[in-house]
């Protein structure tokens, strides 16, 4: 059996790429500053330094590739002496224009996004009157809350009594190209808040807009509202034929876990397996690689690491997660068929320790594993789409974009 399996941790960056100073991201380093954070301020319970310890990733190469990124080792150890490398790894950079979660998966695939993303950039009476009134008027809605930028889990607790009082949904946006729409689950409805945000789709093509994401949120007081796993998606599709489309085309098959089935628009996907939470996304993960057949692609988005620590700037939780899907590495490893190939990698940055609350341009941990994998440190490459034309050429297939790593022991017959 020949399978690839993807474990992307989402906005998990090793350190700034060459443009990042035209983003105000020169610095940035998601990696390595929670690495620096731990090592200061975690101590165990005899006061030593409690640091980052991630033995799986590192000896699979994710410090060799940080040191690639950033030029200088990490300045505390992910484990205790790695002697030997496990797998090939290496560091990413982005060409796309953006560094949003559409672009960095998409161009991962084989799409860089070479155009730009409209964005509504006001931080106040951030949408146009004319996008809003249609909005009111074809969503059956009696107004809107709202209209900024805003942190999810804080316009929620500012809004949601008066949201849950007058009918009127949450709608905000921030740095990304992104409009929101957030409202109570059971006082508004889930089903309603699908629909109005197909609504809200529709009408933000005009400009150009990447994604509307419907949050849905649960709770009887602003201390205990807390949004829930039904967050639903609603993206562009890519432009061109993704390496998702091109193996279902070839009659391959994709397995979507979390929010990878929204991101490519359920465009080149074979099943769903919708998850919320680091815990049931890799206990997904699992069940997907137990049913996958030859010639699958199993796809994982750990979204937490973006949502719930990065946006939050939480360095601890971050910190803490990394080292939960680490330790569960091993179970992966014991369901991994000979001719299987696991990639762990990110799709931008965003980095706990930065100002603001927005995604950081950095260039992204590439580690792949299996026994047809040479253990090697792979040069940086210059493009996401290196990986996918890498992981293209082991399925038999080729992308647009990118070049071919030269990491197997032989190319599969």
Not at 35 to 42: A, D, L, M, P, S
Not at 250 to 260: D, E, L, R, W
Not at 335 to 340: A, E, I, K
């Amino acid at each position: 059996m020949s399978r690839v399996i993807i474990l992307l941790l989402d906005s998990f960056g090793i350190g700034c790429t060459e443009d990042a100073v035209r983003f105000g991201d020169s610095g940035a380093d998601t990696l390595g500053h929670i690495n620096e954070w731990c090592g200061k301020n975690r101590k165990d319970e005899r006061g030593r330094s409690n640091n980052l310890f991630l033995p799986n990733m590192d000896m699979l190469g994710l410090g060799h590739a940080a040191e690639a990124s950033r030029g200088k080792k990490l300045s505390f150890p992910l484990s205790e002496n790695v002697k030997n490398l496990s797998g090939a790894c290496g560091c990413a950079s982005p060409i796309s224009k953006g560094k949003d979660t559409l672009s960095g998966h998409w161009e991962m695939m084989g799409v860089p996004v070479r155009f730009d993303w409209g964005y509504f950039s006001a931080k106040e009476n951030s949408f146009p009157v004319d996008l809003l009134t249609k909005l009111i008027e074809e969503g059956g809605i009696p107004g809107i809350l709202g209209n900024k930028h805003a942190s999810g889990t804080e316009v929620i607790k500012e809004l949601g009594v008066e949201h849950c009082k007058t009918g009127k949904p949450i709608v905000y946006t921030s740095a990304d190209s992104v409009l929101q729409i957030a409202a109570h689950e059971e006082v508004f409805g889930l089903e309603r808040l699908y629909a109005l945000c197909e609504v809200a789709f529709k009408l933000v093509q005009p400009y150009h807009i990447a994604r509307v994401i419907a949050r849905p949120f649960i709770g009887d007081a602003p201390e205990n509202y807390t949004r829930t796993g039904n967050r639903h998606d609603y993206a562009v599709p890519a432009p061109e034929e993704t390496l998702l489309d091109k193996l279902c085309g070839s009659g391959g098959y994709v397995h979507a876990i979390g929010k990878i089935a929204d991101i490519f628009a359920h465009r080149g996907i074979s099943k769903h397996y919708p998850a919320t939470g680091l815990e049931a996304l890799f206990d997904v993960t699992l069940k997907a690689v137990r049913e996958a057949k030859d010639n699958s692609l199993v796809f994982t988005n750990f979204v937490d690491f973006d949502s719930s620590y990065g946006h939050r700037r939480d360095v601890q939780g971050y910190a803490a997660g990394l080292e939960y899907i680490d330790k569960r590495l091993p179970e992966l490893f014991q369901y991994m068929q000979p001719s299987d190939v696991v990639l762990i990698t990110a799709d931008h940055g965003c980095d706990p320790t930065w100002s603001g609350s927005d995604h950081t341009r950095e260039k992204i941990p590439a580690l792949f594993f299996g026994k047809q994998v040479r253990p090697q440190v792979i040069p940086p490459m210059k493009t996401f789409s290196d990986i996918g034309q890498t992981l293209a050429s082991f399925l038999n297939l080729s992308l647009e974009n990118g070049i071919v790593q030269d990491i197997f022991y032989k190319r599969r017959e």
